[in-house]
């Protein structure tokens, strides 16, 4: 049994200003129900627990492409959006940072008496999962937030992060019930992350429990584990730089977007008369639902969807924002009413975008692009954080007693 993943991430304060969090909450809900009408719900989880396609999640968004809070402002976002249509989607997002991850296990209590599955189990899993994280591995990240994401069928994936202050960083953990073999056998496949000596035992007093239910926590020292997860390790640094995206990528995107023909013909595609910037951001939004998992080695380049909220690489071009959302929104009205035509749209975007990609072989102009978004930023709406006048919270690490 193993986890799915796991993400390093700059420690990042500051905060997600309402115009946008309602956007995410919006954005994300809309993403993740092209996904499941397409692929399904566990498709979705297996989407979830995969920390390139989660971090790419946060970057179309409007999120910071690599900071530590695009974990919490994505699942809160995703909360808010999804649980309410519970009997529509069949998933429900459980826990969250600080005193709601404490939470959790009453969360699913209750869930469960609404499908019949087994609380005390999805009790005992949740809390098993934040432990063995939290405790059975002293790597030196402590806890802070814990996700249960849960489907009517009794599938569930678990995101949480932990911080260390020492180091600046948080690390983000992804489990998936479906590579969950055994929980009291090996728990740990690989740790990987920047190589701290022996990985130890379960040793912390608060961890009893969890030790009674583990027999062996692995040993395997970081070089010969690189490649048994997926492991994702961002920069420090917080702008956008050439070397963080695929240019040839971008480069795709940007024809698509741009020249006149295929702007035409990728238009046509979604039935919409759509400009070019939407059409940027809706190609970017049309690979988050359909990419493999291989593309998103690079999530960096899906922030040139809706910039970020700290001006990298571009304020939020709200107009933009608001015009995916509003081609979102009508391709999952008429999928209701029976009508697919825009959902098949987006799909062929999609490969276009690709073929584009293949034959032409394009490379983005990094610094002209940049130059172009943002000397357009003002005409787009474009906005950031900075333009808000309430002062940031500092940062603080929640305590917490569920770990």
Known sequence: MKRSGTADLPLHGG????WLASRMTELGTAIAEQVILNYGQSEFLTRLSDPFWFQAYGAVMGMDWHSSGITTSVLCALKRGINPRFSELGLMFCGGRGRHS??????????????????????RTSRLTA????NAVADGFQLYLHSFVITQ?????VVQQGMNPDSHLARRYHWHSASVRDFVSAPHTAIVGQSQGEILNLVDARAKKAQCALL???????TSSL?????????????????DVDLKRVGAVLAVAHEQDLRDFASLLLVEGLGPRTLQS?????????????????????????????????????KTYDESLGVLRRSLEAARLGHTEKLEGFRRLDRLTRKVEEEREPFAEFDAAIRHERTISASMGGRTVFDDKTPRKPYALPQLSLF
């Open 153 to 157: 069928s009794g599938e569930w994936a």
């Open 282 to 318: 809706l190609a970017l939004i049309a690979e988050v639902v359909h990419g493999a998992p291989a593309r998103f080695s690079d999530p960096a380049r899906f922030s040139f969807a809706h910039g970020g909220k700290d001006g990298h690489p571009f304020p939020v071009p709200l």
């Open 15 to 18: 905060r997600v200003p309402p």
């Open 102 to 123: 404490v939470r959790t296990p009453d969360e699913l209590r209750a869930f469960s008496q609404k499908t019949g599955l087994d609380r005390d189990a999805l009790a």
């Open 216 to 222: 062996t926590i692995a040993k395997e020292p970081v």
């Open 227 to 243: 490649n048994e997860a997926r492991k994702l390790v961002l920069p420090t640094h917080h702008d956008v730089r050439a070397k």
């Open 131 to 134: 432990r063995i994280d939290n």
